[in-house]
């Protein structure tokens, strides 16, 4: 073969090759950029999202769903009935073959709302898997069922011994000097139970609605606890009951002036109404670095250990029927909390020593 023909050759192979070399690095390079682009587009949806072959295995999945199934490490090309520990949901991914979608309670105590939906287009059939942490809404959804409830029961007694008593008055019992005072005195009883309760519901629900403005200012807490205690004593002094004051010059604190009151004096009152003839009430204030604890400790009962954590919930009560009888609503300590969280502070309950509770709140030092 002569040079000239050798040359023409490699020349040839040469403008053959170029191109082709051209065309490898820019297909390269454009599938790199998609999968970084689904990278991005998958870290930045909310749901989880798992993308699985057809035999199952993770092709790719995001954080969130990394989170959700508490997967940790790099998942990809693992076996997803390997990796994660609920069975509920390998098996809707086992007998899904278009589309399924089911409720799913994780180990973790998560609920999802997960969706499978079969993907085509390739050899290997493959698998979209969707889940949406419903947690909170379902939460929310056992807590409006439980407070319509719990509203529909606290109305009906008040409502029903009203009615009662005023059918009775009609039939002729106004008449009798016996029965009808007491019937009148019940009505008046169970009407200012039922305002109260009226009252407590119309406070939580600007509360929940954001309608309670909460001015936050400078507050003297000696001034606020002073007149708690004023708005309470003749309660105390009914019971025999003695509130020591021991709030001194500690300072101002951050918070709402209505706000504050309210909270002392429903905590102060229930601390009254649940202690004994002849028991003792505490208030207290210290400093704790940027923060102010207020505390308001009794020798009472107290609140057992299974309850407390429970006792700022609506309508929680330990002793549903001593305290429908001392006239509790059920909704103070819910108001108690909403308040304190919406001047920035927190609250919580702890057994008074030797005996009693004490209830606390925190809030920031001016």
Known sequence: MSPIVVLVIAALAIAIAIPTWGLKRALEYRLRSERELLSSVLGAVGEGVVVLDGKRRIIAINNAAQELLDLQGYVVDADFA???????????????????????????????????????????RGTLLVLDDITTVRKLETVRKDFVANVSHELRTPVSIIRANAETLIAGAMEDPKIGPKLVEGLHRNAERLARIVTDLLDLSRLDAGFYRIE???????????????AVDPKAQGKQITITNEVGEIGDAMGDTEALDQVLV??????????????????????????????????????????????????????????????????????????????????GVDANQPRGSKFWFDLRVA
């Open 82 to 124: 390997d990796r994660v520990r609920s069975p509920e949901l390998v098996a809707l991914l086992a007998r899904a073959t278009e589309r399924a979608a089911a409720e799913i309670e994780l180990p973790s105590g998560i609920k999802v709302a997960a969706r499978v939906s079969a993907l085509s287009g390739s050899e290997r």
């Open 216 to 230: 936050s200012r400078p507050i003297d807490l000696e001034a606020a606890a002073s007149n708690a205690v004023a």
């Open 266 to 347: 429903n905590l102060l009152d229930n601390a009254v109404k649940y202690t004994q003839t002849g028991g003792h009430v505490w208030l207290r204030a210290a400093r704790n670095g940027e923060h102010v604890r207020v505390e308001v400790a009794d020798d009472g009962p107290g609140i057992p250990d299974q309850h407390r954590q429970r006792i700022f919930e609506r309508f929680y009560r330990v002793d549903p029927g001593r305290s429908r009888e001392m006239g509790g609503t059920g909704l103070g300590l819910s108001i108690v909390k909403h308040l304190v969280e919406s001047m920035g502070g927190d609250v």
